[in-house]
């Protein structure tokens, strides 16, 4: 019984020892009470928040290890208008391609071991988001706001990870 623990144990640190050797990202979100557009219901404004947070971390994780990134948002101005519907029980985005489109301020930082290697602020938006195709399903929650995020880090950070990024 003693091995086992002992086995366990060793096998505790060395995942540890594995997932510090990867990049880590953090999201903050200044004011987000203050936004332009985000639910405003508390708990879709969490679930829209958390599928940010998830879909940067999932581009952090492609940085090469030791390599951190820092993203603090600053203004979310999502896809779509939201249209009152007390039959649905919730509020509806209706997306029309005209003045709606997705927009995210943000400021970033991508370091290693202390040091900066890139950045600055950015302006992320998408006046054609519904003319081009997007690399996610059409019921995903955020697609055009993760397609436009996906540009810009592919631009300005680096490469996409590969497939499993939905």
């Known amino acids: 019984m003693k091995s086992r623990m002992q086995k366990m144990a060793l096998a505790g640190m060395f995942a540890l020892a594995a997932g510090s050797a990867g990049a880590a990202t953090t999201v903050t979100y200044v004011q987000p009470d203050k936004f332009s557009d985000v639910p405003f219901v508390p708990w879709d404004r969490e679930e829209t928040l958390k599928d940010l947070t998830e879909h940067f971390t999932k581009l952090g994780d492609s940085l090469p290890p030791g390599q951190d990134l820092r993203i603090e948002v600053t203004d979310i101005d999502l896809?779509?208008?939201?249209?009152?519907?007390?039959?649905?029980?919730?509020?509806?985005?209706?997306?029309?391609?005209?003045?709606?489109?997705?927009?995210?301020?943000?400021?970033?930082?991508?370091?290693?071991?202390?040091?900066?290697?890139?950045?600055?602020?950015?302006?992320?938006?998408?006046?054609?988001?519904?003319?081009?195709?997007?690399?996610?399903?059409d019921g995903e929650a955020l697609r055009y706001e993760k397609q436009m995020i996906d540009d810009w880090f592919e631009k300005t950070i680096g490469p996409l990870p590969r497939r499993g990024r939905r």
């Not at 997306?95 to 040091?115: C, K, M, T």
């Open 79 to 137: 896809a779509g208008r939201l249209i009152p519907n007390a039959r649905a029980g919730r509020d509806l985005r209706v997306l029309s391609g005209r003045a709606d489109w997705p927009r995210i301020e943000l400021r970033y930082a991508v370091e290693q071991n202390g040091q900066v290697l890139k950045s600055g602020e950015a302006r992320l938006s998408d006046m054609s988001y519904l003319d081009h195709t997007t690399r996610y399903f």
